[in-house]
């Protein structure tokens, strides 16, 4: 009975770090994205303020539920092999972050003919093919993946050290 509540409690966890960083994800994004619509300095504070109430957590959604299945297999990955270091964890999540812009950028030219444009609505240097948004999605990315770390990534595998230690019996006289 213990271990199914150690196994509970790390889905838990797993799960706490998978909402951490789908929001740290969605606070980069923002972060990134507000100097480029023009904000100076002085107004980013205030801009901010508004932002990390509503847009944030609204963003995060949208950030989970397109990260959610290439994270399962890095979730699992590092569950599996016990990768407790940082450096994976940040580096899983540039490449997802790198594979979602990717994904936006091949669906760019398809969906601008599919609507009888004739001329692509996200053209170089706008929106989605800019490779400044790439750049700033492979840094949320990294920023999620870092505070999956920080919650649930520093004891990836710990379900199996708790089984190994159920398993052997407590030393003594035999």
């Known amino acids: 009975m213990r271990r199914f509540f150690d196994l509970l409690a790390r889905a838990l966890l797993m799960m706490g770090g998978y909402c951490a960083a789908a929001l740290c994800a969605s606070a980069a994004l923002h972060l990134l994205t507000l100097p ?3 904000f100076d300095s002085a107004e980013i504070p205030m801009v901010m303020a508004g932002t990390f109430v509503f847009s944030v957590p609204f963003v995060a959604l949208f950030v989970a539920y397109f990260a959610f299945v290439p ?3 890095v979730i699992a990955i590092a569950e599996l092999w016990s990768l407790r270091s940082w450096i994976y964890h940040v580096a ?3 490449m997802i972050g790198f594979g979602i812009a990717m ?3 091949a669906l760019a030219p398809e969906d601008a ?7 692509p ?4 240097g706008n929106s ?3 490779p400044r948004l790439a750049l700033v999605l492979v840094l949320s990315g990294m920023a999620g993946g870092l505070a999956y770390w920080l919650v649930a990534g520093r004891s990836s595998g710990s379900w ?3 089984r190994a230690a159920a398993a052997t019996p407590p030393p003594g006289p035999q």
């Open 36 to 38: 480029a619509l023009g």
């Open 71 to 73: 994270v399962l297999a």
């Open 92 to 94: 899983a999540g540039g």
């Open 103 to 105: 994904r936006f950028r």
């Open 113 to 119: 003919i599919a609507v009888g444009v004739d001329t």
């Open 121 to 124: 609505f996200l053209a170089p």
């Open 128 to 130: 989605i093919l800019d």
């Open 160 to 162: 199996k050290r708790s």
